[in-house]
């Protein structure tokens, strides 16, 4: 039998016609015209008509109808449907063979497509582009004479198939988009993490914040998981089970971040009334106890109200920083504030059903009472008496921390206000400071006292403790003394010049001699002082000795030690981590201070051993002692965290995030430039910008689950604003304590991970 194609069986169609007439079944055997008649042959009947010698039927003769046969007798037609039917049975059996190698070819193309997908890297972008680069990467291996001859044969019959076999690229491709769909399922965590969606007023909100009951929840999932791919029936059924089941986990994933979202927007909306509860309380003291009590219970009801689906674990979360944010609002604005009442409205709130916050018990005499039920009272959630004590106690810590900060700010500004008070005056009213130049001691004393008069004055209205005033006027006799003796500044500067001058002296016989001529200066009109004295001993000394050759040598080492560590710090002085920022103002005073001191140090270490004959020495110690540090310059980053330094923005978590908020105006769209670098600055700055307690925190619950949808989104718009990654953010401040905060390696490589998070 020859091999089946369509053309053929298109053949064996038309040679069996089911007209009634027509139809051979022998070949023709003559040109004479036969009566019809029907003769089956046992011989298998050929599908294609014989040629040879004519045989027309015979003469066709008219006569009577033929008689129909008997039912029950076999004709010769009946005989050649059944010798068809055994013909047609036999192509039926062809035709099935064949189809079903064709399908046995086919799902062979399958596994070999599904099986190049898996061991070949998707580089394209589209399905499309990794299968052109599939094509490429078989040309690659095939033409590679390093790699063995059937790696290479394996790679040139794949390719051979992509080019002349359309059913494998179909395979492929087809293959490639269900790839694509399932691993854009399975990385919906990541995707849609920190995506914001259109609520119904148009605005931009966290993905989170949209139940997975609501219709936006899919519209939103779906592009992200088919994109441009369309998927066949077939495919979409391939596909189907893996993506549900994806799709049921990930929704399990989002209404617990939903639910986190829920409960902080819950807690950021009563943070504000929960202060200005606080604030109340502390301004009104007992006489606002029940307010504050009945206002308390109205927030902390809420909480079960709104969210009724949380445990009592989650309402305990919820409810745990009130007490951090009462005490926030009792703080402000409240100095020496008693703590009784803040301790009587805790002590008097409830949790639990209304009904069951009280109950009755039959006293003594038979009459009724109503108590307190102690299982619903709000401190026993968190210990009971002794938490709320020492609640309490540390409430009374920080509000006397609060009082001496706030104590410590206000004379700072009285002392630099009464600076500015002594210097400032007009041709009319001239200072203080230009009274005393021109030596109008009178009139000067005069002038001090009335601007004490009026400090004072203005501070007793003001209620500011006593011993805040008296600290603020003694700084203004203390300038006042300061500019009276305005010769001790002349002799200072003096000697500071002659100290200069001493590095040069030694080389150079001109400025020896004016070195000594000031010297000498310095002698006649402060003789009587006994710091010119010793200074003028240890100049006088070094001049003699800088008749030395050694001398100049080793003076020269000297100038250039200090030299490096010159550059070095002037380098540092404009940076906006030093003390004064940009301005190098503090930083080139201390460097004079230092210089001068170098000097001395340095002299006496050359002069010292060229007296006891070891020259040898010299260049060791100065190495050792003329260091930056050794001269007393300390970098604002080296100086070691203290409290007494502060941060830039005091308090917990919530309060000092509140207060970051309200200074740089976070809640809104657009902070403007000015505010924008004012928090760059703030974020810059040598000193940390929270708290060690508050920014561990804040690390903390950046590791939660969740990942960087946990972030409070008042940190996450300081990093978005100040162009910090989470990572960097947090090692940086905690390395601002100085080893305040100890960081172990491991540590500090988790936290940079929270930079591949994207904000």
């Known amino acids: 039998m020859g091999k089946f194609t369509q053309q053929g069986l298109q053949s064996r169609k038309k040679a069996y016609s089911d007209e009634a007439t027509g139809s051979v079944a022998t070949p023709l055997k003559g040109l004479e015209i036969q009566a019809p008649g029907l003769n089956p042959q046992a011989a298998p009947v050929d599908s294609f008509i014989r040629t040879g010698r004519p045989n027309a039927p015979g003469a066709v003769q008219l006569g009577e109808l033929a008689r129909l046969p008997e039912p029950a007798k076999i004709t010769n037609l009946q005989n050649l449907s059944q010798s068809l039917g055994s013909l047609n049975a036999n192509l039926q059996n062809a035709v099935n063979s064949y189809l079903g190698y064709q399908k046995d070819v086919n799902e062979d193309l399958k596994l070999k497509a599904k099986s190049i997908v898996e061991q070949t890297p998707k580089t394209g972008r589209t399905p499309e582009e990794t299968l052109a680069q599939i094509g490429k990467e078989m040309i690659v291996i095939s033409s590679n004479p390093e790699n063995g001859i059937q790696e290479r044969r394996g790679a040139e019959k794949i390719l051979s198939q992509l080019q002349n076999d359309g059913r494998l690229k179909r395979h492929i491709n087809s293959e490639l988009k269900k790839q694509q769909v399932i691993t854009n399922a399975s990385n919906l965590k990541q995707t849609l993490s920190g995506l914001y969606v259109k609520n119904e007023a148009g605005e931009d909100v966290p993905f989170n914040s949209i139940s997975s009951s609501d219709p936006r929840y899919l519209d939103t999932i779906k592009p992200y998981i088919y994109g441009d791919i369309q998927l066949s029936p077939k495919e979409n059924q391939a596909v189907s089970g893996t993506i549900t089941n994806t799709l049921a986990n990930y929704k399990a994933t989002h209404d617990k971040n939903h639910k986190t979202y829920l409960i902080n927007e819950l807690r950021l909306s009563q943070a504000t009334r929960i202060k200005e509860i606080g604030n109340t309380l502390g301004t009104n003291g007992t006489s606002s106890v029940f307010e504050s009590v009945t206002n308390l219970q109205t927030v902390l009801d809420e909480t079960r109200l709104k969210l009724p689906g949380l445990s009592t674990e989650e309402n305990n979360k919820v409810s745990a920083t009130l007490i951090s944010d009462l005490v926030s609002g009792f703080m402000k604005n409240n100095k020496g504030a008693n703590t009784d009442a803040l301790e009587e409205v805790l002590s008097s709130l409830m949790i639990g059903p209304v009904e069951g916050r009280t109950k009755q018990v039959e006293n003594a005499d038979g009459s009724v009472s109503t108590i307190i039920n102690e299982k619903q009272r709000w401190i026993n959630q968190f210990g009971g008496e002794p938490w709320l004590e020492q609640q309490i106690i540390t409430a009374k810590y920080n509000l006397a921390e609060l009082d ?356």
């Open 404 to 759: 001496n900060k706030e104590e410590k700010a206000y004379i700072i500004t009285e002392k630099n206000e009464a600076d500015d008070s002594l210097r400032d005056g007009t041709d009319e009213d001239p200072s203080v400071l230009t009274l005393i130049q021109e030596k109008d001691f009178e009139r000067a004393r005069t002038k001090l006292e009335e601007l004490k008069t009026n400090y004072r004055t203005k501070a007793i209205a003001n209620n500011v403790d006593s011993s805040a005033i008296a600290e603020v006027l003694d700084h203004y006799d203390s300038v006042f003394k300061k500019f009276t003796k305005a010769d001790s500044f002349d002799m200072n500067s003096r000697m500071t010049e002659i100290s200069r001058l001493l590095p040069t002296a030694v080389l150079s016989v001109s400025d020896a001699s004016k070195a000594m001529e000031l010297l000498t200066s310095l002698e006649e009109d402060y003789g009587y002082d006994k710091s010119v004295v010793d200074f003028a001993f240890k100049i006088r000394q070094a001049l003699e000795y800088s008749k030395m050759p050694e001398v100049k040598q080793q003076m020269k080492s000297l100038t250039d030690l200090l030299g490096k560590i010159e550059e070095d710090w002037k380098e540092y002085s404009v940076r906006p981590s030093s003390a004064g920022g940009e301005d190098s103002t503090i930083e080139l005073s201390e460097w004079g201070n230092a210089y001068s001191q170098g000097i001395d140090i340095g002299t006496e270490i050359i002069i010292r051993n060229l007296k006891n004959k070891t020259p040898g020495n010299i260049a060791k110690e100065l190495q050792q002692v003329i260091t930056r540090r050794g001269l007393g310059l300390e970098k604002e980053f080296e100086k070691k965290w203290s409290t007494d330094q502060g941060v830039e923005f005091e308090g917990s978590y919530e309060s000092s995030l509140d207060d970051v908020s309200d200074q740089f105006k976070l809640d809104r769209a657009d902070i403007g430039p000015n505010k924008r670098q004012e928090l760059i600055r703030s974020v810059q700055s040598y000193r940390p910008m929270f708290g060690p307690d508050t920014i561990r925190e804040m690390a903390t619950k950046a590791f939660g689950e969740g990942g960087i949808g946990k972030m409070d989104r008042r940190l996450r718009r300081i990093l978005i604003e100040s162009g910090m990654k989470p990572g960097d953010f947090f090692v940086e401040q905690m390395e601002k304590f100085n080893g305040y905060i100890q960081l172990t390696k491991q540590e500090r490589d988790n936290l940079l991970r929270l930079n591949e998070v994207p904000l």
